[in-house]
């Protein structure tokens, strides 16, 4: 199974038998949305019936030991050429050479310890093709560093049920540090989900309500954040909920001069949301009745800041579940130069989530309903 030729030859057998993604108004249409015998079918962004037919090949070494099998070398590809902003500080890190310009292969990556004076960290891409690794910033984390001190090695290795392959988009992490030694940690992205230091005992957890995967995003955003020009209060328009909340994209903006380069599922990609979100509203519609006016709160900053990170890690595939009458929420987040994102969570249908960096998936734990 773990043959790397006949795992490319089922791929691709795969990828000419799997349909198109589905069009998300027809999703939203034909949805089945309420009643205690009905059955609601869903299926979540690139994932799909092809992606989980390859998953035992090719996804579980990505949550148990990183992207790559030992001794590749699969990410000496550089930092993508995606342009990253008409202002050139958008697409340099702060730090500038401090950082080496890509992931370093698995032959220079052994430490195994954490603390002490972190130079950088950067998120590698994921290999080519497989279905789980998140959105990831292309550029190197140079400042913010503090927020690696919330990275802690601890002796307990268990996971929450939701934490194993399948169940989460996954990462792989690289922080160098100032006498030149490298740790890698690897792990689903979720919030309440452990890392794994390569070589290390233990497991690696990250802030409350955030784990690794969310601390360092949230340093990313801060470090793009203060490039960025602000964009005047006067001339942002309010937050909005979607008139669909299947249509959740019809709310977002963009601020044209931010374009960040990125990764997502292993292509060079420009990212959905870099900038740290300041400000969010939750539009919470019962079910059944999306076309009445929702129910309006506004988020703090915390949580707004918790929905962008996890517009980066909606994980994809299918579920056969009961219906419920559990209601439909959309989370609208916006950062400081106008960037608004919106995610829309159908609890009562599998936990459909339309919006993030695939367009559609399944189950949003960064946000408490």
Known sequence: MNDPDSTDHLRDRLDRAAPPPPDLAALGAGAE???????ARRRGAVVAAAALAVAAAVVVPVVVGGDDAPGRTADADPTP???????PTVSEPTGGDTAPPAC??????GRTELGGDAVWARFCPGREG??????VPADALTSHLDALDDLLLVADRSQPRDCYPLSSRTYRLQVGYADGTVAQISGPTDP????????????????????VFGTVMAAFGEQVAEMLPALPAVDRPALACPADPRNPASVDSENPAVRVPAWNLGTRAVMNAPATAVTGI???????????QPTVTRLTPGQAERVRIGLHAVAGGMADCAGSPRPTYTAV???ASGTRRAVTMIDSECGT????SNGYGLGFPWLDR
Do not use: N, Q, Y
């Open 104 to 109: 370093l292969p698995a032959a220079e990556v």
């Open 192 to 211: 309440t989900c452990l890392g794994r230091l390569d070589g290390a005992e233990g497991r690696v957890s990250g802030r409350p309500g955030l784990g």
């Open 81 to 87: 050429s995606v342009s990253a902003s008409p202002s």
């Open 333 to 335: 987040v916006e950062d």
């Open 282 to 292: 939750l539009c919470r519609w019962p079910v059944g009745e999306e076309a009445v």
């Open 353 to 356: 989530v339309v919006g993030g």
């Open 130 to 135: 497989f279905t789980i690794p998140a959105e």
């Open 33 to 39: 949305t309420s009643g205690r015998r009905r059955r």
